[in-house]
């Protein structure tokens, strides 16, 4: 059965440093990963996804993630944190068809 | 190109009482998934309609169920609703039924009293 991992439940950075969420995953094949931001009381927003390719992949916000196979991840990234970054953060693994399993989410706290 | 639209956003119902969400996907998405989202469980699968036919079921009690109109709009009902049904309901639309990009909606936040 797939799985997902988020190790940290919470992280607080400041306004202009830099980012990284980690996300473990576990499937036997090759996964389709994605990264979701949710604010509060709102839906799920699409971040990026990872089907297969080059395994820097860049998505909307400034934000990139990076598959690494022998790592089991999906660590995602941004150089620069804005105050607006603040929200839940999501990873999920599809192993086909579109049933999403997610990780227990990284609550990200901006200090201005 | 207007996006996942479920309605209503809020409700509050009575346990024993039943429930219908609704969800319109995406113009030209046949797909339609649906999850459940509580602080202690977090966000997790219900079921998968396509052609108005469920694909895909999670771990979920027979009190939860689900239908696709020829429309590709969704419907999920929650049958004798318990205090734990509180949560909120996100309907999320696909293209196909291979694995592409899900748009999630706002959701149904549900409250049962």
């Known amino acids: 059965a797939q799985s997902v991992t988020q190790p940290d439940i919470h992280i607080t950075v400041s306004e202009g440093a830099s980012l990284e969420l980690r996300c473990n995953y576990s499937?036997?094949?090759?996964?389709?990963l994605f990264w979701y931001v949710q604010s509060p009381g709102q839906g799920l927003q699409l971040l990026l996804k990872?089907?297969?390719?080059?395994?820097l992949v860049q998505g909307i916000k400034g934000f990139e993630a990076e598959f690494k196979r022998s790592q089991s991840s999906f660590n995602l990234r941004k150089p620069s944190v804005h105050w607006s970054d603040a929200a839940e953060y999501f990873c999920?693994?599809?192993?086909?068809?579109?049933?999403?399993?997610f990780g227990t989410g990284t609550q990200l706290k901006v200090e201005l | 190109k207007a996006g996942v639209t479920q309605t209503p956003r809020y409700l509050i119902k009575t346990r024993g009482q039943q429930v219908t969400l609704s969800c319109s996907p995406i113009?030209?998405?046949?797909?339609v998934s649906w999850y459940q989202q509580t602080p202690g469980q977090g966000l997790q699968f219900l079921f998968e309609?396509?052609?108005?036919?469920?694909?895909n079921k999670g771990n979920f009690p027979g009190r939860f169920s689900g239908r696709q109109f020829s429309n590709s709009r969704s419907e999920m009902n929650v049958s004798t609703l318990e205090l734990g049904d509180s949560a909120l309901y996100l309907c999320?639309?696909?293209?196909?039924?291979?694995?592409?990009?899900?748009?999630f909606g706002q959701g149904t936040r549900l409250t049962v009293v």
């Open positions: 499937y036997g094949a090759t996964p389709y």
């Open positions: 113009s030209g998405h046949r797909s």
């Open positions: 309609y396509f052609s108005e036919t469920q694909r």
């Open positions: 999320a639309s696909s293209f196909s039924t291979a694995t592409t990009e899900a748009f």
């Open positions: 999920a693994v599809a192993g086909g068809g579109n049933k999403l399993t």
């Open positions: 990872y089907f297969s390719g080059d395994t």
